[in-house]
């Protein structure tokens, strides 16, 4: 699968003329628990020549690739990932913490580097804890549940946990997550489901789990008045713009 998508890369950059400057996996086996029939979800910034952002007519700052049952391949065009870098978009802190690389660059190191001072810590709270209260109200209120779905509230939970201790963007891997965050009454249970994702296929379900939901339900109130609490930070431009206009030059 490595040569697949590095192969997919070279495609994109060849019939779309753009340089992709990174390449990584972003879902279940970036986080660390794959199921056997999980998709390959590849994310990559790409940049386009100085002409294409100087032009009147709009270009697309997205790259839809491929979306089948083994791959999901899209990207984003560098402007796009850096404004959402100094909006402190956690998604962006996410790709470049990805375990499994197809791709970097130079380049994408160095805007690597510029992170720090985009991290907001209110803003990734509330990115968290909204996908994993969305998921927990949506999914984890059945007597069987998708086993994939407590991973889906877990990890947010936990990298929250992380990010109102440490003040830093989590890490992607959930055993990570779960060895420096996660209660040690709640670890057995957490790793029992965890070995079952591995085993079990996407679709298959398993009984719900009282003691994880008021686990969550806990850490959701918590987390949401921490959040409230947190003072607002402004970020400058300044850096941003100087990368991206070096990087077009």
């Known amino acids: 699968m490595q040569k697949i998508i590095k192969d997919k890369l070279k495609e994109i950059e060849e019939k779309e003329n753009v340089t992709i400057l990174m390449a990584v996996e972003s879902g279940s086996r970036a986080w660390g628990f794959a199921s056997p029939d999980s998709d390959y979800d590849v994310r990559f910034i790409y940049v386009r020549k100085k002409e294409d952002y100087l032009r009147l007519d709009t270009v697309r700052d997205v790259i839809d690739w491929q979306l ?8 984003w065009d560098v ?3 850096l404004q959402l870098m100094h909006n402190s978009n956690p998604t962006v802190f996410e790709w470049c913490e990805s375990p499994i690389v197809y791709r970097t660059s130079e380049a994408f190191e160095q ?4 992170r720090k001072a985009y991290f907001s810590p209110k803003k990734s ?3 968290y804890l909204h996908m994993a209260e969305s998921n927990y109200r949506k999914f984890l209120q059945c007597d069987q549940i998708k086993v994939k779905k407590y ?5 947010p ?3 929250a946990k ?12 959930f055993s990570e997550l779960m060895e420096a965050e996660l209660e040690e009454d709640l670890k057995p249970e957490t790793e029992r489901l965890l070995v079952m994702k591995k085993e079990m296929d996407e679709m298959e379900l398993v009984p719900g789990s009282r003691k994880i939901n008021a686990y969550v339900e806990s850490n ?17 431009w300044d850096s941003l713009n100087h990368y991206f206009q070096s990087l077009l030059s």
């Not at 992380?162 to 891997?173: G, H, T, V, Y």
């Open 68 to 75: 089948d049952d083994v791959l999901d391949i899209n990207g």
């Open 79 to 81: 402007k796009k990932a």
């Open 125 to 127: 709270l509330y990115h």
């Open 162 to 173: 992380w990010i109102a201790e440490k003040k830093i963007w989590p890490p992607m891997l």
């Open 151 to 155: 991973f889906y509230v877990l990890r």
């Open 111 to 114: 805007m690597k580097q510029l």
């Open 220 to 236: 959701l109130e918590k987390f949401k008045k921490l959040a409230d609490d947190m003072p607002k930070t402004e970020t400058s």
């Open 157 to 159: 939970i936990l990298a």
